[in-house]
């Protein structure tokens, strides 16, 4: 036996052609199918609207939900109102994010401290927040404060639950290396305990950002003049089922966008996770 | 190299997890001295300390009682590692325990960061290691991208980047296979002529001890203990072929039949 020995000490080698070509296949896939399924799921709508011939107030058919979402596009309220739930949504987000990864860390390090804060935190998320919300009404007005903090409340516990379960889970053989190279406390914390945690926030993040969006809107229904929960609840006040359409779709945007935003934010913070290596 | 000065001084070096009833005693009083440059194995069956041994002389576990200098300097004082004698001393775990956030080159780098050098001086030092561990061209790989070999490589380069006089290694090849275990011996001697830093190994196979050691330290367990200490004297480089050599196949066998005993 000669020849060549090859180890996998040595070359990483390349897989055959075929083996590489599959999984581009298989991500083109959603490309394929999710048109054809919201086609279909269209064609089925406007069959059933136009054959049974159901009132436009129980059920618009899809070009005339098409024609009121391009109505709401060219109307400056209906801007100003998509602004102003990106604005509740984002602000209350990012205080969710400021409070819910501080004290996660906090809550993740000491052991003491999680024992005592833990029945409230778990109040926290037990409390219909929701059913807070007249009370913020009555505390902060009808501006825009209340419907910040019910987004931030709502956004506030997953990514404080997933930082806690984050920082927990630290590889201790990753700790041994730390303190044998004699790392300082906030060494430890930047360049371990932190990028370690990241994929945990990120993902405390992802379900985070959702609520925040339904945070807001449920904040518009209650007590206000401006964004798209306050939309909805004028088009259903004058029936215009239409337009109560097109809002969702508006809504829908949205929440695609924000949620997109996020897996954006990972692909950018954490390429070396292995979520991101096998998408 | 003169042989004749201590890397590592253990004096009545003793271990007790717990306390009152439930104290175990992991390691009984304990005496040791490495020498500059030797390369010592610490050889036994589980529970016999020899990691609880390891992680002392490492800063990672403070020693119930006794005194343990490391380059003449003292590790404890007080419950308090020095600092300075823990730069004496780079560790490589039994998982590589790379960074899967950092590049391999930052992984091999972050001992150099976190004393301070600047990212030019540290990219410099990461190629020159890459080179000696035999990772070339991997620098700016993702950890997850080598093998479990390569990432043993990584490791070693990692601990040996602020140039510490002495390695300290636990069980760094128990997780490879066979084949790649025997590879990554050979490539220790051979880190270890061209570095000449001093080694304490500890491992529980038998002809990884007698391949790399020049003394092998066999403990006991319950407590822990030296048991029996034998030098290995067949001479350097040593290839694979030694262990079909009768010297290699004695030691083996004394080693073997003791540990049968004691375990």
Redesign the interface.
């Known amino acids: 036996m000669s020849g060549p020995v090859m180890?996998?000490?040595d070359i990483?080698s390349l897989p055959p052609p075929a083996a590489r070509r599959k999984p581009m296949r298989e991500s083109l896939l959603p490309w394929i199918t999710t048109p054809l399924l919201v086609l279909l799921l269209i064609g089925t709508w406007h069959f059933y609207v136009t054959t049974t011939k159901l009132s436009a107030f129980i059920l618009p058919t899809p070009y005339a939900v098409w024609e009121a979402w391009l109505g709401l596009l060219q109307s400056q309220r209906a801007w100003n109102n998509t602004l102003s739930t990106i604005y509740v949504t984002v602000v209350g987000f990012i205080y969710a994010l400021i409070i819910g990864v501080g004290l996660g860390v906090l809550l993740g390090r000491i052991r003491w401290l999680e024992l005592t804060l833990n029945p409230f935190v778990v109040a926290t998320q037990v409390i219909p927040k929701v059913a807070l919300l007249p009370l913020f009404i009555v505390w902060f007005g009808f501006g825009a404060t209340p419907k910040v903090i019910v987004a931030a409340v709502l956004a506030f516990f997953p990514i404080l639950t997933n930082t806690v379960l984050g920082v927990k889970s630290v590889?201790t053989?990753?700790r041994?290396?730390m303190?044998?190279?004699?790392?300082s406390r906030w060494?430890i914390f930047w360049?371990?305990e932190l990028?370690?945690s990241?994929p945990y926030i990120l993902s405390g993040m992802e379900v985070g950002i959702v609520l925040a969006i339904i945070g807001a809107i449920v904040g518009e229904y209650l007590g206000g003049n401006a964004g798209l929960g306050f939309m909805l609840v004028s088009k259903m006040n004058g029936f215009e089922t239409d337009g109560l359409f097109a809002v969702i779709v508006q809504m829908t945007l949205l929440g695609f966008f924000f949620y997109f935003a996020t897996r954006a934010l990972q692909r950018l913070l954490?390429p070396?996770?292995?979520s991101i290596?096998i998408r | 190299m003169t042989g004749t000065s201590t890397a590592i001084e253990l004096a009545r070096i003793e271990k007790w997890f717990g306390s009152g009833d439930d104290a175990v005693h992991a390691l009984a009083p304990t005496n040791l001295d490495v020498a500059e440059g030797e390369l010592v194995v610490l050889l036994g069956p589980s529970g016999c300390g020899k990691t609880t041994l390891l992680r002392m002389i490492?800063?990672?576990l403070e020693p119930t009682l006794g005194l343990l200098k490391v380059g003449h300097k003292e590790l404890w004082s007080n419950g308090n590692?020095q600092?300075q004698a823990?730069?004496e001393?780079g560790?490589v775990?039994q998982?590589a325990?790379l960074?899967?956030?950092?590049s391999v080159e930052d992984n091999i780098a972050?001992?150099l960061?976190?004393k301070g050098m600047g990212k030019a001086e540290r990219r410099e030092r990461a190629r020159e290691l890459t080179k000696l561990v035999g990772i070339s061209g991997f620098e700016k790989r993702?950890?997850?991208?080598l093998?479990g070999?390569?990432r043993q490589r990584a490791a070693i380069a990692?601990a040996l980047s602020y140039n510490p006089k002495i390695l300290l290694m636990d069980e760094p090849f128990g997780a490879l296979d066979a084949?790649?275990r025997d590879?990554m011996n050979l490539e220790l001697q051979r880190i270890w002529t061209e570095t000449k830093k001093t080694i304490v190994l500890v491992t529980h196979s038998i002809s990884e001890a007698v391949f790399l050691a020049d003394r092998i330290v066999l403990l006991s367990p319950r407590p822990g203990r030296i048991d029996t200490i034998i030098n290995v004297t067949m001479p350097r480089p040593r290839s694979l072929d030694v262990q079909a050599t009768p010297e290699f196949q004695d030691i083996a066998r004394t080693l073997r039949h003791r540990l049968t005993e004691i375990s």
């Open positions: 180890r996998d000490d990483i590889d053989g990753h041994d290396v303190t044998s190279l004699n790392a060494q360049r371990l990028p370690s990241l954490i070396w996770h292995q290596a | 490492g800063g990672l590692r600092g823990l730069s001393l560790m775990f998982d325990n960074f899967p956030w950092l972050l001992p960061e976190l993702w950890t997850r991208e093998s070999g390569m990692r084949m790649t590879t």
